[in-house]
């Protein structure tokens, strides 16, 4: 028998959505913003060079519904969201709480903009 493949620990969920020109609505990757347009290369690129991008795996996503905070990027397990990124705080976020396995508090989303999940069996139709 084979021995199993280990599965990632972190799964790292980076928002890439953008939104057209002239859309008032904010996105997480802006036309006019070089450094948001580069961040989900710098975070593969560095989970690459520190060796660990095989168990803590970087994921372009569409929106995460948190666009007033963009850019956003969604760490599990723990139902992570960090807010405001810039290379810098990812560089941070992954030696601290990817590596290190303390969540970068400064730099989580407000408590009042994610509160508890509601469980589906509660809304369920």
């Known amino acids: 028998m084979m021995p199993a493949i280990p599965q990632p620990a972190f799964y790292l969920f980076k928002c890439q959505q ?22 989900f290369g710098h975070l593969a ?22 666009c007033q905070q963009g850019p956003v990027m969604l760490v599990e397990p723990g139902h992570t969201m960090y807010v405001g990124l810039t290379k810098e705080k990812i560089d ?9 396995g303390n969540v970068v508090n400064e730099y989580l989303i407000p408590q009042e903009m994610w509160g508890a999940p509601i469980p589906p069996v509660q809304v369920a139709r």
Do not use: F, W
């Open 45 to 66: 690129q560095t989970l690459m060079q520190k060796g660990i991008i095989a168990t803590a795996q970087p994921i372009q996503t569409g929106c995460l519904n948190r």
């Open 18 to 39: 953008s939104a057209p020109v002239g859309m008032p609505k904010p996105s997480c990757v802006k036309q006019n913003d070089v450094e948001s347009q580069q961040l």
């Open 92 to 100: 941070r976020i992954i030696d601290e709480h990817i590596i290190g």
